[in-house]
């Protein structure tokens, strides 16, 4: 049984988020905060592994594998839910052996690692490239890197439930958009689907352009069979994926300490600079209400202090 009893379903705290730049332009943002839902299964991930959870459990899997780096996100939640619900975990990480704290992490909750070198982890789009794990692991189910795919999205989908439940706690009764942190881009393409084209979702690019994210929300979506999904991207990576530059951290630290919610540089660090930025470029109309998603991840700062 791979599947959490069916009490446990993580309910992310909607607060207002009371910010100098936002109140001058008159925007109304709400933040979601994913970073609440449980102290180790934390953020977006949960979201993006539930539907893969459902589909191990279906096919009578003992347990999942999975692949990502030395700070990984998602393998972190992964080996969490292993150990909390009791399934076997595999991790397979990209590079050469590191003990960084979420390596230690794995360890402790258990989760079986394997290090794949660089070259060894780029060939996991290869066709083939899980035979020789699922021949030495046949009980497992294998999940893509970060849990994306048509299945992490559809998990995400009921992301929008949560808050609708809750905008009447803010004295809203409709809300314009999403703002929020892309990687995979699953997370978006998940809400999206759950919009349906009620509300536009507006994605800040973690990663670059050659990530391929509006070609994998794209496939998603298309895979969902959804005719006119509405979401916009916008380049939020200040040069790259996990690059980080004064002001940025400066951002996170004065932001951190007017509102007390601790952000991390990679995702949502980022996503709330680059929403600060088309604010004050006037991109929203003055009375614009928006969700701006706390994807979780503070695990992963760890690797930075
Ligand atoms: C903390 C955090 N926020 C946001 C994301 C982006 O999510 P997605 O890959 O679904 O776009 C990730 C992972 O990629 C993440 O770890």
């Known amino acids: 049984?791979?599947?959490?009893?069916?009490?446990?379903l993580p309910q992310a705290p909607l607060e207002p988020l009371l910010l100098d730049w936002l109140i001058s332009a008159g925007i109304e943002v709400a933040i979601l905060r994913l970073d609440q839902i449980d102290p180790l299964i934390s953020g977006n991930k949960w979201f993006k592994l539930i539907e893969h959870l459902k589909a191990a459990d279906l096919a009578g899997a003992e347990g999942i594998i999975s692949l990502g780096g030395a700070h990984s996100n998602h393998l972190h939640a992964l080996a969490a839910a292993g150990k909390r619900f009791g399934f076997t975990t595999v991790g397979l990480l990209r590079g050469h052996l590191q003990d960084t704290p979420t390596v230690k992490d794995l360890q402790a909750f258990g989760m079986q690692l394997h290090w794949l070198g660089y070259g060894g982890y780029r060939a996991r789009h290869e066709a083939g490239f899980w035979q020789p794990w699922q021949t030495r692991y046949p009980t497992l189910q294998p999940v893509p890197e970060g849990g994306g795919g048509l299945r992490g999205a559809r998990g995400c989908m009921q992301l929008k439930d949560q808050i609708v439940e809750q905008l009447s706690t803010l004295g809203w009764n409709d809300y314009e958009g999403w703002w929020l942190a892309c990687g995979t881009g699953t997370t978006l393409a998940g809400l999206v689907m759950a919009e349906g084209g009620e509300h536009p979702v507006y994605g800040a690019l973690a990663v670059p352009d050659d990530h391929g994210v509006a070609q994998q929300v794209e496939r998603i979506v298309q895979e969902a069979g959804l005719a006119d999904p509405a979401y916009e991207l916008f380049d939020a990576?200040?040069?790259?994926?996990?690059?980080?530059?004064?002001?940025?951290?400066?951002?996170?630290?004065?932001?951190?300490?007017?509102?007390?919610?601790?952000?991390?540089?990679?995702?949502?660090?980022k996503a709330l600079l680059a929403l600060k930025q088309q604010v004050e470029s006037a991109r929203f109309a003055p009375g614009t209400r928006l969700i701006f998603i706390h994807t979780g991840g503070l695990q992963g700062r760890r690797g930075f202090q």
């Open 237 to 269: 990576s200040r040069g790259g994926f996990a690059k980080v530059d004064p002001l940025l951290l400066e951002f996170i630290e004065q932001t951190e300490q007017d509102i007390g919610i601790p952000l991390e540089p990679l995702y949502t660090g």
């Open 1 to 8: 049984m791979l599947l959490p009893p069916s009490d446990w």
